[in-house]
């Protein structure tokens, strides 16, 4: 288990500058592995997945068990790629019921907070809303600053999804205050990429705009790698919100091949859809077939289509006009 937490909280501080995370994880007395190039890191982890999830499972009960939640809560990748979703759910769960018996108010709280996640990605938003619920009571439990700020903005993208912009918006700003206090900077500059989302929902484009713009400045000032895209990726959708279509398709076209390097297929694949949407919407429609495809069709991407199909009815008059939905679930963690 030292082994395992050591070295995917090595990946996990490599892949994310200024992300203090790592700084409150259980201590472990025995070294992982050290990798100096993020392709080595992602290889490993991406190969050792299987493996790393057979020992969280065997972790469930004992002393080991606070490791084991926090070895969940630094492997995200595994999530975020697509490549091991119902891997990670599956252990997840079973990490949870164990946390509830033992009474371990930090640990519960932890994994109730990609649990948010999952059921959102599955399409199952009232599952989501229950998991959002129960991972803000914990942090008045443990003081937990890492559990504090994810809790609310996992809270805030799964009230944007809902339509509720305005409770979104007050948790959102509350995890941005939340990583501030943590000094957590890679966490606060994905809050402006997820506040630049909403203000899409809520048709406010020129501060979506600067939003976005903000939160891509900050991520290369740290010198972030993976979540640069991220950056790229919110920047792209709020331009061609705002008619910029050029623009937009230089900054998604900057996104995708950071998001191939490192192995996110899932989002490599999204950021192709939300390329081929803005040529679709500003008229263009014979375009070569991108040599990518995601390893699954997330069902979320369904509960926005209905509004990708509106917003399009809608700009008819106006083709240059982004596309209103369609957007995948925001960053859901820093």
Avoid: K
């Amino acid at each position: 288990m030292d082994f395992y937490l050591a070295t995917t909280a090595h990946i996990h501080a490599m892949q994310r500058p200024d992300d203090t995370t790592c700084d409150h994880l259980q201590p472990t007395q025995w070294p992982g592995l050290a990798f100096d190039h993020p392709e080595p890191a992602l290889q490993w982890l991406f190969t050792e997945a299987e493996t790393l999830f057979a020992c969280v499972g065997a972790s469930a009960h004992g002393p080991a068990l606070r490791r084991a939640v926090d070895l969940m809560f630094v492997a995200e990748d595994l999530v975020e790629s697509g490549s091991a979703v119902q891997q990670y759910a599956q252990v997840n769960a079973r990490l949870l019921v164990a946390a509830e018996r033992a009474g371990d108010a930090r640990s519960t709280g932890r994994l109730y907070c990609p649990m948010v996640h999952l059921h959102v990605m599955a399409g199952r938003l009232p599952e989501a809303e229950h998991a959002a619920q129960a991972a803000r009571r914990f942090p008045l439990r443990c003081s937990d600053p890492v559990l504090t700020a994810q809790a609310l903005n996992e809270s805030g993208i799964l009230a944007s999804m809902q339509h509720r912009y305005t409770e979104a918006e007050h948790y959102l700003l509350q995890a941005l205050d939340a990583y501030r206090r943590y000094g957590n900077r890679n966490g606060c500059a994905n809050m402006l990429g997820n506040l630049s989302r909403l203000c899409l929902d809520t048709d406010r484009f020129t501060e979506a705009v600067s939003l976005a713009e903000q939160c891509l400045a900050a991520l290369r000032s740290i010198g972030a790698t993976l979540r640069l895209a991220n950056g790229h990726y919110s920047l792209g959708l709020a331009l061609a919100q705002a008619g910029r279509t050029d623009d937009a398709l230089e900054q998604l076209a900057r996104a995708w091949p950071i998001y191939q390097s490192h192995r996110h297929r899932l989002w490599e694949a999204l950021t192709y859809w939300r390329m081929a949407d803005v040529h679709l919407t500003a008229g263009r429609r014979a375009l070569p077939r991108p040599a990518v495809s995601s390893p699954w069709s997330p069902p979320w991407a369904s509960i926005r289509r209905s509004r990708c199909r509106r917003s399009r009815a809608s700009a008819s008059d106006s083709p240059s006009a982004a596309s209103e939905g369609g957007f995948p679930p925001p960053t859901s963690s820093a």
